[in-house]
């Protein structure tokens, strides 16, 4: 399954959020994979906070998340949400 989200993080991508999705991710039994739109070659493991990180997602990048396995709906739609969720308190992007 893909589907693509606009980082809503005024901050981008950081370090707290990754921590986030990783944790979701890992009790899941899926593979999820972020891919910067632009650069579809270049995906990070989105259980691996490093590997997330390393992409250097900002405010209002676009992204392509791609999740195979059993729960493979639920995940990305969870995925998607916590990516393009603007956090309470901040204006958006």
Same mark, same amino acid.
């Given at each position: #399954? ?12 950081? /370090?707290?959020?990754?921590?986030? #999705?990783?944790?979701?991710?890992? &009790? ?9 739109? /632009?650069?579809?070659?270049?995906? =990070?493991?989105? =259980? ?13 990048? #676009? ?6 396995? +059993?729960? /493979? ?7 998607? =949400?916590?990516? &393009? =969720?603007? +956090? +309470?308190?901040?204006? &958006?992007?």
């Amino acid at each position: #399954m893909v589907d693509e989200v606009v980082i809503g993080d005024p901050h981008g991508l950081h /370090a707290a959020l990754a921590r986030r #999705m990783a944790d979701l991710v890992e &009790g899941s039994g899926c593979d999820v994979r972020l891919h910067r739109s /632009a650069e579809p070659q270049n995906a =990070a493991d989105a =259980a691996r906070l490093l590997d997330v990180l390393g992409l250097g997602l900002g405010a209002g990048e #676009m992204v392509q998340v791609t999740c195979s396995g +059993p729960a /493979a709906e639920g995940v990305l739609a969870e995925v998607v =949400a916590l990516l &393009g =969720a603007t +956090p +309470p308190g901040t204006s &958006g992007t």
